[in-house]
């Protein structure tokens, strides 16, 4: 059975630093929704992240967060909540400043995008399916790292962005590691990309939720019988490869929802759907809302 220690020696990481955000008082930050899985790492300060189709996640300083490719997601300050002000700019033209709102609460966010690898396997954690977070203890001696990384954005040097990277490429495997440590469920999806078979049938899923799969067509894709594929697929993704389908057609129409002005007949024919009432009974009992309250939910508090 592969293990994480086998998983992450054969791990490629690299980090793409793209912005420092700073929220301050009522401020809100949108980060939209990128092509990549995002790492976010809090400098200083309280607040929250806010992702659609998810709980509020809390976070402060020392807070390290993936959030998963192509979900819209925000950034809030917490009132009340003291932050070190970060007098700078960014390190260079490709890195981007973002604030919002003023006043002595707030929090500092650096933002990466993240590329995974394995073993070929490229664009891993493109694939991840809900955020992971963990925190630093303050005797932590990743504390360390975090320190060092707002001591260099704070004065850039020679060589700070290169040390940057290599600091939050440290913070990729300890998240990893705790995330595993805390809940193994999490993991499984990364230890399944081992199987080329089963994870081609996942990528078929992730890629194109809108196709008319059935598990005999997926079960073709990973060229294994139909009932060794739903066994296989379920042990190593925790879920039946339709459970896995139906979450994915549910993400892409959350995030067509907020970031789109298509109607709901339209999402519904775009992410696999035959019958609209089918599919609103579906979404509802996935997000408790209908498609049409969730949008204007969800647009409301980003506004808000």
Wanted: aromatic content about 6%.
């Amino acid at each position: 059975m592969l293990t994480l220690d086998h998983m992450l020696d054969g791990l490629t990481v690299e980090v793409r630093p793209f912005a420092i955000c700073e929220a301050r008082g009522d401020g809100v930050i949108d980060l939209g929704a990128r092509e990549h899985a995002t790492l976010h790492y809090v400098l200083s300060g309280d607040g929250t992240f806010a992702l659609a189709g998810q709980p509020d996640i809390p976070a402060s300083d020392g807070t390290i967060l993936i959030t998963p490719a192509r979900i819209d997601h925000r950034l809030r300050s917490r009132p009340g909540a003291e932050c070190e002000a970060l007098n700078c700019g960014p390190l260079d033209s490709d890195w981007q400043l973002h604030r919002a709102g003023q006043g002595g609460n707030g929090i500092v966010v650096a933002c990466s995008e993240i590329a995974v690898g394995y073993r070929g396997i490229e664009g891993l954690f493109d694939y991840l399916q809900v955020p992971l977070i963990c925190g630093l203890q303050e005797n932590d001696p990743l504390k360390l790292a975090l320190e060092q990384i707002l001591i260099e954005i704070a004065a850039p040097k020679a060589g700070s962005r290169t040390l940057v990277r290599a600091l939050m490429q440290q913070c990729m495997v300890y998240i990893l590691r705790e995330s595993a440590a805390a809940d193994p469920s999490r993991m499984q999806w990364l230890t399944a990309a081992h199987n080329e078979q089963l994870w081609r049938a996942a990528t078929a899923i992730f890629d194109h939720p809108e196709a008319p799969h059935t598990l005999e067509s997926l079960a073709e894709i990973a060229q294994m019988s139909r009932s060794s594929f739903a066994e296989h697929f379920k042990q190593a993704f925790g879920r039946g490869p339709i459970d896995l389908l139906k979450q994915a057609r549910l993400q892409r129409a959350a995030g067509l929802l907020i970031s789109s002005e298509l109607s709901i007949k339209s999402i519904t024919r775009d992410v696999g759907y035959g019958s609209r009432s089918y599919f609103s009974r579906a979404f509802h009992e996935h997000f408790g809302l209908s498609p049409a309250d969730y949008r204007e939910t969800y647009r409301q508090e980003a506004v808000g």
